[in-house]
């Protein structure tokens, strides 16, 4: 069976959209009858349809939120962990699904382990949903009878990483707040106020004093061409972000960023703390050390530690222990390098190197706690330092007239 989305009609007249499962587009078309709504358009779920004069992007090449990843793989895990069959399960949380999008994706994974695929072969249709990691441990779990284990691993480690980004956001949220509300307020002091209050001395045979004709000039130029600074600034961003689709200035702008103190510290602990916690989840799935490192690899967004990741790989390949290859490398954090080391003594290297990205998470966290702290006070300071030179540029010239007038 394949889903279907469909529009139809329903007896007051209303449009009502939604997913159904059919052997064919006539079959789905007659449950929609059956179920008194009169169908206007029936598609499959994954193919374009026509929207508002536009086209939809095909369902398997839509992302969803790392929330509903997270809610989905939970669902899967708890009812394939009550032994109900993978297809009823498929079929249970896409019903449980608010979103047609996701109902729709779920439902064509269902349709694929009903024709005999595995799951992760049916999931690969979706790949900016389930990445490799995620397919890479399914199909471990399917192969090693432990499915539902590795499925409630997964729901886990999709819900720390949930947590995480979400706390990393809020913490940036009050910063970009205070710098937004920093620049409306200076820019409409410059554009708006301040020509008012030093028009008074325009027209004035005084020399008037450096910092009063710096702050006019500063005025006239953010009215004058505050528009076009802005436009300029868009498009260098534009710029900037179309130039950096290029693999080899990409590369160079992340070794330009990993040489940048303070930078290079947090980029290192969130990558570093990703790869630790991914290789430790695959790896307790049962998925080989080299494809786990290959795989963890891929989830490093800087692009040269993730050609480190691959040289480990290589090293380790060739007969080396992980430890060692993390170390001759020299981007990975002593800790995290420490810890492997105890681990693959231990025989614990899948709970060691979980316990390195529950540090580095934690180390991760305190740093932006510090610095946003910092950050604060900061701008409170830049704030008052540029009210303070707003306000001295306008009373030196009044004190100026005081001073001739006695």
Do not use: C
């Given at each position: 069976m394949t889903a279907y989305r469909y529009?139809?009609?329903?007896?007051?007249?209303?449009?009502?959209?939604?997913?159904?499962?059919?052997?064919?587009?006539?079959?789905?078309?007659?449950?929609?009858?059956?179920?008194?709504?009169?169908?206007?358009?029936?598609?499959?779920?994954?193919?374009?349809?026509?929207?508002?004069?536009?086209?939809?992007?095909?369902?398997?090449?839509?992302?969803?939120?790392?929330?509903?990843?997270?809610?989905?793989?939970?669902?899967?895990?708890?009812?394939?962990?009550?032994?109900?069959?993978?297809?009823?399960?498929?079929?249970?949380?896409?019903?449980?699904?608010?979103?047609?999008?996701?109902?729709?994706?779920?439902?064509?994974?269902?349709?694929?382990?009903?024709?005999?695929?595995?799951?992760?072969?049916?999931m690969a249709e979706f790949p900016l949903v389930f990445n490799e990691m995620y397919r890479a441990m399914v199909n471990a779990g399917e192969h090693a009878g432990f499915l539902g284990p590795v499925l409630e691993q997964l729901a886990d480690y999709t819900e720390q990483r949930q947590y995480t980004g979400q706390k990393l956001k809020g913490a940036m949220i009050y910063p970009f707040i205070l710098v937004g509300v920093a620049i409306a307020v200076i820019t409409l002091l410059m554009v708006f106020i301040v020509p008012e209050l030093v028009g008074i001395f325009a027209h004035s045979s005084r020399e008037l004093p450096l910092l009063t004709r710096g702050l006019i000039a500063s005025s006239d130029f953010f009215r004058d061409w505050g528009l076009w600074l802005l436009a300029g600034l868009m498009a260098l961003a534009w710029g900037a972000r179309r130039l950096l689709r290029n693999p080899g200035r990409r590369r160079r702008w992340h070794a330009l960023l990993l040489a940048t103190p303070g930078i290079s510290r947090l980029l290192v602990a969130l990558d570093t703390a990703r790869f630790a916690s991914t290789l430790s989840i695959l790896m307790a799935s049962g998925v080989p050390l080299l494809e786990s490192?290959?795989?963890?690899?891929?989830?490093?967004?800087?692009?040269?530690?993730?050609?480190?990741?691959?040289?480990?790989?290589?090293?380790?390949?060739?007969?080396?222990?992980?430890?060692?290859?993390?170390?001759?490398?020299?981007?990975?954090?002593?800790?995290?390098?420490?810890?492997?080391?105890?681990?693959?003594?231990?025989?614990?290297?899948?709970?060691?190197?979980?316990?390195?990205?529950?540090?580095?998470?934690?180390?991760?966290?305190?740093?932006?706690?510090t610095m946003m702290s910092l950050f604060e006070p900061l701008m409170v300071v830049f704030m008052g330092g540029m009210v303070l030179t707003i306000v001295l540029a306008i009373l030196l010239p009044i004190f100026d007239l005081n001073t001739m007038v006695k």
């Open positions: 529009k139809a009609l329903n007896p007051g007249g209303k449009l009502v959209r939604g997913v159904l499962e059919g052997d064919s587009e006539r079959q789905v078309r007659a449950q929609l009858r059956n179920q008194s709504l009169r169908p206007v358009d029936v598609s499959e779920a994954n193919r374009p349809t026509p929207s508002g004069g536009g086209w939809r992007l095909p369902l398997l090449r839509q992302r969803i939120s790392t929330g509903d990843l997270a809610l989905i793989t939970r669902q899967l895990a708890t009812l394939v962990l009550s032994n109900l069959p993978l297809d009823e399960a498929l079929q249970a949380a896409a019903a449980q699904s608010r979103s047609s999008r996701i109902k729709g994706m779920l439902l064509q994974v269902r349709s694929r382990v009903a024709e005999g695929h595995t799951l992760a072969y049916a490192l290959r795989i963890a690899g891929e989830v490093l967004t800087n692009l040269v530690l993730r050609e480190h990741s691959v040289v480990v790989a290589e090293r380790v390949a060739e007969g080396s222990s992980l430890h060692r290859a993390l170390e001759r490398s020299g981007r990975f954090p002593p800790m995290m390098v420490h810890m492997v080391a105890s681990g693959e003594a231990s025989g614990e290297l899948e709970t060691m190197l979980e316990r390195s990205a529950t540090n580095q998470e934690r180390e991760l966290e305190m740093t932006l706690s």
